[in-house]
């Protein structure tokens, strides 16, 4: 029997090294596309949603679903969101960026590393004193999903949904490197 730390530490190498060479960060994936124009990252990141939609429709679609945790979503829970997104943008990487840019030794990130876990700590802390004022418990349930309110099977409904993907994502690419070819922007024949 292989014991359940070695599997943990050779998945764990596997994906530190994934991660460094991919230089796999979400906050980087979209920062780098909006304000670089550098879409290299933002494509992984959307392969990679669109391969877990597909298997995840395979897997509902073969009974493997069996709900989810679902908590209670209001306005806090997106002005959260966008605080958390901003405090990633200014720290410089989400978490598993960070961790792959402390491993490679950039002092900067060790100290964001550092925070991180301070402020993980004060909210284990604070969470049973907050939790009954500020947290709802979350309920298991079904959810709403695409597949869940159409008629259509899951996994042919994934498949359909990423090959849309793309397509619209061959289009684009298509129309930009025909107008890099040229010189030009590509125009539509009339």
């Known amino acids: 029997m292989v014991s359940t730390l070695l599997v943990a530490a050779v998945v764990g190498i596997a994906l530190g090294a994934f991660l460094q060479k991919g230089r796999f960060c979400f906050v980087n994936a979209f920062r780098d596309f909006f304000a670089y124009k550098d879409s290299r990252v933002t494509k992984g990141v959307l392969a990679a949603t669109l391969l877990t939609m597909v298997f995840w429709g395979i ?15 209001g306005l806090t829970g997106l002005v959260g969101g966008f605080i958390f997104g901003i405090g990633m943008t ?3 990487g989400c978490a598993s960026g960070t961790l792959y840019r402390a491993g490679e030794g950039y002092l900067q990130f060790w100290l ?3 925070f991180m876990g301070i402020g993980y700590a004060g909210f284990t802390v604070a969470f049973p004193t907050l939790e009954s004022t500020y947290f709802d418990a979350l309920t298991f349930g079904t959810g709403v999903s695409l597949f869940t309110v159409t008629s259509v ?3 042919l409904l994934a498949l359909a949904v990423a090959v849309a993907g793309l397509l619209v994502y061959a289009t ?3 129309r930009s490197s025909t107008a890099a070819a040229f010189g030009e922007r590509a125009d539509v024949a009339q």
């Open 112 to 114: 964001t590393l550092l």
């Open 59 to 73: 897997a509902y679609q073969f009974g493997y679903y069996q709900g989810f945790w679902t908590p209670d979503w």
């Open 153 to 155: 099977p899951a996994g």
């Open 172 to 174: 684009l690419t298509g």
């Open 90 to 92: 200014y720290a410089g």
